[in-house]
Protein backbone atom coordinates (compact mmCIF):
# COMPACT_ATOMS: atom_id res chain seq x y z
CA UNK A 1 0.00 0.00 0.00
CA UNK A 2 1.46 3.40 -1.32
CA UNK A 3 1.18 6.16 0.71
CA UNK A 4 -0.06 9.76 -1.11
CA UNK A 5 -0.36 12.61 0.97
CA UNK A 6 -3.48 14.00 -0.07
CA UNK A 7 -1.95 17.43 -0.88
CA UNK A 8 0.39 16.27 -3.71
CA UNK A 9 -1.50 16.44 -7.00
CA UNK A 10 1.11 15.18 -9.17
CA UNK A 11 1.63 11.85 -7.12
CA UNK A 12 -1.94 11.10 -6.35
CA UNK A 13 -2.66 11.92 -10.06
CA UNK A 14 -0.57 9.15 -10.77
CA UNK A 15 -0.68 6.91 -8.39
CA UNK A 16 -2.14 3.76 -9.99
CA UNK A 17 1.11 3.44 -12.23
CA UNK A 18 3.68 2.63 -9.86
CA UNK A 19 3.07 -0.78 -9.18
CA UNK A 20 1.44 -1.20 -5.62
CA UNK A 21 -2.02 -3.15 -5.13
CA UNK A 22 -3.48 -0.60 -3.51
CA UNK A 23 -2.86 3.41 -2.29
CA UNK A 24 -3.81 5.68 0.33
CA UNK A 25 -4.78 9.40 0.04
CA UNK A 26 -3.68 10.72 3.11
CA UNK A 27 -5.37 13.83 4.38
CA UNK A 28 -4.11 12.96 7.93
CA UNK A 29 -0.32 12.83 9.36
CA UNK A 30 0.70 13.79 5.78
CA UNK A 31 -0.98 17.24 5.79
CA UNK A 32 -0.37 20.58 7.30
CA UNK A 33 -3.64 21.85 9.29
CA UNK A 34 -3.50 25.08 7.13
CA UNK A 35 -4.16 22.54 3.86
CA UNK A 36 -6.62 19.75 5.33
CA UNK A 37 -9.38 21.73 3.05
CA UNK A 38 -7.45 22.02 0.13
CA UNK A 39 -6.60 18.44 0.56
CA UNK A 40 -9.98 17.55 1.09
CA UNK A 41 -10.83 18.88 -2.29
CA UNK A 42 -8.43 17.52 -3.97
CA UNK A 43 -8.84 14.34 -3.01
CA UNK A 44 -11.98 13.97 -3.79
CA UNK A 45 -11.59 15.10 -7.42
CA UNK A 46 -9.09 12.47 -8.26
CA UNK A 47 -11.95 10.21 -6.69
CA UNK A 48 -14.25 11.27 -9.34
CA UNK A 49 -11.78 11.74 -12.17
CA UNK A 50 -8.67 9.71 -12.12
CA UNK A 51 -8.02 6.80 -13.34
CA UNK A 52 -6.05 4.55 -10.54
CA UNK A 53 -6.35 0.95 -12.67
CA UNK A 54 -6.77 -2.35 -10.87
CA UNK A 55 -5.40 -0.31 -7.72
CA UNK A 56 -7.46 -0.42 -4.11
CA UNK A 57 -8.15 2.91 -3.59
CA UNK A 58 -8.35 3.94 0.24
CA UNK A 59 -9.06 7.29 2.09
CA UNK A 60 -7.31 7.88 5.57
CA UNK A 61 -9.45 10.84 7.29
CA UNK A 62 -8.59 12.28 9.62
CA UNK A 63 -9.88 11.52 13.49
CA UNK A 64 -13.39 12.26 14.52
CA UNK A 65 -12.22 14.40 17.35
CA UNK A 66 -10.75 16.76 15.20
CA UNK A 67 -12.00 19.84 13.52
CA UNK A 68 -11.66 17.84 9.97
CA UNK A 69 -12.71 14.12 10.81
CA UNK A 70 -16.67 14.07 10.08
CA UNK A 71 -16.35 17.06 7.43
CA UNK A 72 -13.69 14.33 5.95
CA UNK A 73 -16.30 11.65 5.91
CA UNK A 74 -18.88 13.88 5.04
CA UNK A 75 -16.96 14.47 1.74
CA UNK A 76 -15.28 11.14 1.27
CA UNK A 77 -17.85 8.32 2.14
CA UNK A 78 -20.48 9.69 -0.92
CA UNK A 79 -17.87 8.87 -3.89
CA UNK A 80 -17.37 5.22 -2.07
CA UNK A 81 -13.89 4.25 -2.49
CA UNK A 82 -12.74 0.71 -1.39
CA UNK A 83 -11.85 1.95 1.80
CA UNK A 84 -11.35 3.87 4.67
CA UNK A 85 -8.68 3.94 6.92
CA UNK A 86 -9.85 5.62 10.94
CA UNK A 87 -6.47 6.61 12.40
CA UNK A 88 -5.84 6.25 16.15
CA UNK A 89 -8.97 3.72 17.19
CA UNK A 90 -8.60 2.78 20.71
CA UNK A 91 -12.31 1.81 21.44
CA UNK A 92 -15.44 0.12 19.97
CA UNK A 93 -17.22 3.06 21.66
CA UNK A 94 -15.39 5.70 19.28
CA UNK A 95 -15.58 3.03 16.67
CA UNK A 96 -19.35 2.56 16.96
CA UNK A 97 -19.55 6.11 16.58
CA UNK A 98 -17.91 6.42 13.20
CA UNK A 99 -19.32 3.67 11.94
CA UNK A 100 -22.59 5.36 12.96
CA UNK A 101 -21.59 8.66 10.92
CA UNK A 102 -20.58 6.78 7.89
CA UNK A 103 -24.14 4.76 7.55
CA UNK A 104 -26.34 8.04 8.70
CA UNK A 105 -23.86 9.12 5.09
CA UNK A 106 -24.87 6.26 3.17
CA UNK A 107 -28.07 6.56 4.19
CA UNK A 108 -28.66 9.85 3.01
CA UNK A 109 -27.21 9.21 -0.58
CA UNK A 110 -29.50 6.06 -1.02
CA UNK A 111 -25.62 3.87 -0.45
CA UNK A 112 -25.63 -0.08 0.42
CA UNK A 113 -23.90 -0.42 4.13
CA UNK A 114 -21.39 -3.10 3.05
CA UNK A 115 -19.40 -1.81 -0.07
CA UNK A 116 -16.95 0.49 1.39
CA UNK A 117 -15.14 -0.98 3.46
CA UNK A 118 -13.43 0.18 6.84
CA UNK A 119 -9.70 -0.43 7.85
CA UNK A 120 -8.80 0.16 11.33
CA UNK A 121 -5.57 1.66 12.49
CA UNK A 122 -4.23 0.74 16.04
CA UNK A 123 -1.31 3.25 16.77
CA UNK A 124 -1.80 3.87 21.24
CA UNK A 125 -0.89 1.34 23.59
CA UNK A 126 -4.87 1.27 24.57
CA UNK A 127 -5.44 0.28 20.49
CA UNK A 128 -3.38 -2.67 21.08
CA UNK A 129 -5.08 -3.84 24.51
CA UNK A 130 -8.94 -3.36 22.42
CA UNK A 131 -7.21 -4.56 18.90
CA UNK A 132 -9.58 -7.93 18.86
CA UNK A 133 -12.67 -6.11 19.37
CA UNK A 134 -11.54 -3.23 17.28
CA UNK A 135 -11.20 -6.07 14.61
CA UNK A 136 -14.32 -7.85 15.12
CA UNK A 137 -16.22 -5.34 15.68
CA UNK A 138 -18.11 -5.56 12.08
CA UNK A 139 -18.51 -7.39 8.93
CA UNK A 140 -17.38 -4.59 6.87
CA UNK A 141 -14.24 -4.22 8.92
CA UNK A 142 -11.44 -6.14 6.69
CA UNK A 143 -8.18 -4.88 7.89
CA UNK A 144 -6.28 -3.79 10.46
CA UNK A 145 -2.99 -1.99 10.53
CA UNK A 146 -0.12 -0.81 12.73
CA UNK A 147 0.82 2.93 13.09
CA UNK A 148 4.82 2.47 14.21
CA UNK A 149 5.53 6.52 14.76
CA UNK A 150 2.48 7.19 17.03
CA UNK A 151 2.35 4.02 18.68
CA UNK A 152 6.14 4.69 19.91
CA UNK A 153 5.44 7.77 21.05
CA UNK A 154 2.47 6.66 22.84
CA UNK A 155 4.57 3.99 24.39
CA UNK A 156 7.37 6.66 25.15
CA UNK A 157 10.02 4.97 23.61
CA UNK A 158 12.38 5.65 20.80
CA UNK A 159 11.21 4.27 16.95
CA UNK A 160 14.62 1.78 17.04
CA UNK A 161 15.64 0.71 13.59
CA UNK A 162 14.77 -3.07 14.29
CA UNK A 163 11.40 -1.88 15.71
CA UNK A 164 11.55 -4.41 18.84
CA UNK A 165 9.81 -2.39 20.92
CA UNK A 166 6.43 -2.56 18.79
CA UNK A 167 7.14 -6.06 18.16
CA UNK A 168 4.83 -7.15 20.75
CA UNK A 169 1.91 -5.03 19.29
CA UNK A 170 2.72 -5.78 15.69
CA UNK A 171 2.19 -9.92 17.14
CA UNK A 172 -1.12 -8.87 18.88
CA UNK A 173 -2.78 -7.45 15.85
CA UNK A 174 -1.75 -10.26 13.48
CA UNK A 175 -3.17 -12.55 15.91
CA UNK A 176 -6.54 -10.47 15.58
CA UNK A 177 -6.57 -10.00 12.45
CA UNK A 178 -6.26 -14.03 11.82
CA UNK A 179 -8.93 -14.56 14.13
CA UNK A 180 -10.78 -12.56 12.67
CA UNK A 181 -10.09 -13.18 8.94
CA UNK A 182 -9.43 -10.32 7.82
CA UNK A 183 -5.87 -8.42 6.51
CA UNK A 184 -3.42 -6.84 8.67
CA UNK A 185 -1.16 -4.38 6.92
CA UNK A 186 2.19 -3.36 8.69
CA UNK A 187 3.85 -0.01 9.31
CA UNK A 188 5.70 2.06 6.81
CA UNK A 189 9.53 1.44 6.88
CA UNK A 190 10.81 5.33 7.05
CA UNK A 191 14.36 4.77 5.57
CA UNK A 192 13.96 5.18 1.84
CA UNK A 193 17.74 4.92 0.60
CA UNK A 194 17.72 1.18 2.92
CA UNK A 195 16.69 -1.50 0.44
CA UNK A 196 18.38 -3.93 2.40
CA UNK A 197 16.31 -2.47 5.81
CA UNK A 198 13.64 -2.78 4.13
CA UNK A 199 14.02 -6.21 2.69
CA UNK A 200 14.65 -7.57 6.29
CA UNK A 201 11.78 -6.10 8.09
CA UNK A 202 9.34 -7.06 5.14
CA UNK A 203 10.71 -10.43 5.36
CA UNK A 204 10.13 -10.62 9.46
CA UNK A 205 6.45 -9.44 8.99
CA UNK A 206 5.36 -11.73 6.47
CA UNK A 207 6.76 -14.73 8.85
CA UNK A 208 4.96 -13.07 11.48
CA UNK A 209 1.71 -13.08 9.60
CA UNK A 210 0.92 -9.90 7.94
CA UNK A 211 -0.40 -9.90 4.71
CA UNK A 212 0.66 -6.29 3.16
CA UNK A 213 2.94 -3.56 3.91
CA UNK A 214 2.41 0.40 3.85
CA UNK A 215 5.40 2.20 1.79
CA UNK A 216 6.29 6.13 1.46
CA UNK A 217 8.19 5.82 -1.83
CA UNK A 218 7.42 3.95 -5.08
CA UNK A 219 11.29 2.75 -4.86
CA UNK A 220 10.38 0.77 -2.03
CA UNK A 221 7.04 -1.15 -3.62
CA UNK A 222 9.20 -3.45 -5.83
CA UNK A 223 10.87 -4.93 -2.76
CA UNK A 224 8.07 -5.51 -1.05
CA UNK A 225 6.17 -7.17 -3.68
CA UNK A 226 9.40 -9.45 -4.26
CA UNK A 227 9.38 -10.37 -0.72
CA UNK A 228 5.68 -11.46 -0.83
CA UNK A 229 5.62 -13.30 -4.36
CA UNK A 230 6.48 -16.77 -4.08
CA UNK A 231 8.76 -18.46 -5.68
CA UNK A 232 9.44 -19.98 -8.88
CA UNK A 233 10.51 -23.42 -6.53
CA UNK A 234 7.39 -22.35 -3.77
CA UNK A 235 4.95 -22.20 -6.47
CA UNK A 236 6.03 -25.32 -8.36
CA UNK A 237 6.13 -27.71 -4.64
CA UNK A 238 2.49 -26.04 -3.93
CA UNK A 239 1.21 -26.89 -7.27
CA UNK A 240 2.13 -30.52 -6.42
CA UNK A 241 1.07 -30.70 -3.36
CA UNK A 242 -2.55 -29.11 -4.27
CA UNK A 243 -2.40 -31.63 -7.17
CA UNK A 244 -1.98 -35.05 -5.47
CA UNK A 245 -4.52 -33.59 -2.66
CA UNK A 246 -6.92 -33.67 -5.53
CA UNK A 247 -5.66 -37.56 -6.69
CA UNK A 248 -5.61 -38.70 -3.04
CA UNK A 249 -9.09 -36.94 -2.36
CA UNK A 250 -10.92 -39.14 -5.16
CA UNK A 251 -9.60 -42.00 -4.20
CA UNK A 252 -10.75 -40.85 -0.22
CA UNK A 253 -7.05 -40.89 1.29
CA UNK A 254 -6.52 -37.98 3.19
CA UNK A 255 -2.97 -38.44 4.38
CA UNK A 256 -0.27 -38.82 1.35
CA UNK A 257 3.27 -37.99 0.87
CA UNK A 258 4.83 -35.42 -1.73
CA UNK A 259 8.82 -35.43 -2.53
CA UNK A 260 8.89 -38.12 0.46
CA UNK A 261 7.12 -35.35 3.19
CA UNK A 262 3.90 -35.93 4.91
CA UNK A 263 1.38 -33.55 3.55
CA UNK A 264 -2.22 -33.37 5.34
CA UNK A 265 -4.69 -30.46 5.30
CA UNK A 266 -2.73 -27.65 7.04
CA UNK A 267 0.00 -28.26 4.40
CA UNK A 268 -2.98 -28.37 1.39
CA UNK A 269 -3.91 -25.14 2.72
CA UNK A 270 -0.85 -23.19 2.83
CA UNK A 271 -0.04 -24.27 -0.46
CA UNK A 272 -3.25 -23.19 -2.04
CA UNK A 273 -2.55 -19.84 0.15
CA UNK A 274 0.61 -19.61 -1.94
CA UNK A 275 -1.06 -20.20 -5.33
CA UNK A 276 -3.45 -18.35 -4.63
CA UNK A 277 -0.89 -15.24 -4.02
CA UNK A 278 0.87 -16.31 -7.25
CA UNK A 279 -2.60 -15.65 -9.13
CA UNK A 280 -2.73 -19.63 -9.85
CA UNK A 281 -6.08 -21.29 -10.12
CA UNK A 282 -5.50 -25.25 -10.03
CA UNK A 283 -8.16 -27.07 -11.74
CA UNK A 284 -8.69 -30.63 -10.75
CA UNK A 285 -9.11 -33.17 -13.76
CA UNK A 286 -12.64 -34.22 -14.19
Known amino acids: MLYIPGNN???????????????LLDLEDAVALNQKDAARILVRN??????YYNCEVTIRVN???????????????????????????ETVEELGRVLSLIENIE???????????????????????NVYELASFAPRIDAITIGGQDLTADMQIEKSKDNYGIDYARKRIVMAAKATKIDAMDTVFTDTEDEEGLREETSYIKKIGFTGKAVINPRQINIVNEVFTPTEEEIRKAYRIVKAYYENKAKDIGVFAVDGKMVDAPVVTRAMYTLALADIEYEPTK
Request: hydrophobic share 40%.
Open 9 to 23: PAMLQQGGVYGADSV
Open 46 to 51: MLKYND
Open 107 to 129: KHHGLPHNAMKIHVMIESALGVQ
Open 63 to 89: HIDTPFGATDLEEIVPLQPHAIRLPKT
